[in-house]
């Protein structure tokens, strides 16, 4: 199988986690990398073998020689990327969530409904093996019609703390939630209620709960806390359960499924989304990006999530969060 010459743009957090995936994909090469901190760029692409870098990801599109790019900037920062990579030709993956308002991913899917290239947006918990294999009972109707559906995702405060200032947890986590729901039912979101908390003054609450209302009649809530105690084992607290008019399906997706005593505590390390194992990174991110670059590799268009999908968790997020702001019911 063919090599994809691969470029990141963003090299953040989550832009080098793209990178360690990467890393493990043998199809992908990772030929570029973009960002503004010249230090930064300067030492991951020695860690990563870069052949190219880039202040400008305008200069990093032109390249002729990059195939594929994954946009990891912050998301109210997606749109200008990721159209300029649409328009240049290039296969794009854009992380999660798609973008900060509901005009800007219509912006986007517009220009790759036009485009040559693949979009697909980093929704994670598809590639997750236990969201993904919910789907199928589901699906297969063992569970009957879908009337309720809970979802928890709550993190420690200090991680919470690095986030607040850039994004909300509603969004910010609850796109996940809200993503999974929506492909579980097959329905549409027709209104949201949602309630914050502010506890520390940061840019975002602390924490949201959400209500949707569903076209099939069902209801979801979503209980999004970035604020569990700061010597809380483990990163994420994540579980989901669908309630069927024939039965149920639960998913408890808690990182304390290993834990770990030293003489500094109990460590409970993620083993889902990007654990290093053997020194090298596994899981959802490494499955997630290992199909879109094997889909670029191959010609076959990405469809574990469609582009509207995505902007319907978005579009039913940023509901929520201004049902928060008013405390009023949102009708999508």
């Known amino acids: 199988m063919r090599t994809v010459n691969y470029g990141v ?63 990891v900037t912050m998301y109210d920062q997606h749109k200008e990327p990721a159209i300029a990579a649409l328009e240049a030709g290039k296969h794009l993956l854009l992380e999660k969530p798609m973008a900060s308002t509901v005009e800007d991913c219509h912006a986007i899917v517009q220009t790759a409904e036009a485009a040559e290239g693949f979009f697909m947006v980093g929704h994670i918990c598809r590639f997750n093996p236990r969201y993904a294999a919910a789907k199928e009972p589901i699906a297969e109707g063992r569970i009957g019609k879908i009337v309720s559906m809970y979802a928890r995702r709550n993190i420690p405060a200090w991680v919470g703390a690095g986030v607040l200032p850039k994004i909300s947890p509603i969004i910010g986590d609850g796109v996940h939630d809200t993503d999974l729901m929506l492909w579980y039912s097959g329905a549409k979101v027709v209104s949201a209620y949602a309630q914050t908390v502010n506890v520390r003054g940061l840019k975002n609450p602390d924490l949201g709960w959400t ?54 505590g109990w460590h409970c390390p993620d083993t889902t989304y990007w654990p290093e194992i053997r020194g090298r990174l596994q899981g959802a991110l490494c499955a997630e990006l290992g199909y879109f670059v094997n889909c670029v590799a191959t010609g076959e268009p990405p469809s574990v999530i469609t582009p509207a999908e995505s902007m319907a968790a978005v579009e039913a997020c940023l509901a929520a969060e201004q049902s928060a702001a008013t405390g009023e019911i949102v009708q999508l």
């Not at 760029?41 to 594929?68: C, I, M």
């Not at 809530?221 to 483990?234: I, Q």
């Not at 669908?242 to 998913?251: C, L, R």
Request: with cysteine; aromatic share 10%; proline share 4%.
């Open 9 to 71: 743009i963003g090299l953040g957090f989550f832009g080098e986690k793209h990178c360690e995936a990467l890393a493990t994909i043998p199809q992908a090469n990772i030929y570029a990398l973009c960002t503004r901190t010249e230090s930064r760029l300067a030492e991951l692409a020695e860690r990563f073998g870069a052949e190219k870098t880039y202040t400008d990801y305008n200069d990093l599109l032109a390249d002729p020689e990059v195939e594929a790019v994954s946009v």
């Open 211 to 264: 209500m949707y209302r569903f076209d099939t009649g069902a209801v979801g809530v979503l209980e999004d806390v970035w604020f569990l105690p700061d010597n809380t084992p483990f990163q994420i607290d994540e579980r989901m359960e669908i309630i069927g008019t024939e039965g149920s399906v639960h998913i408890h997706e808690t990182s304390p499924n290993l834990s770990i005593l030293d003489a500094d």
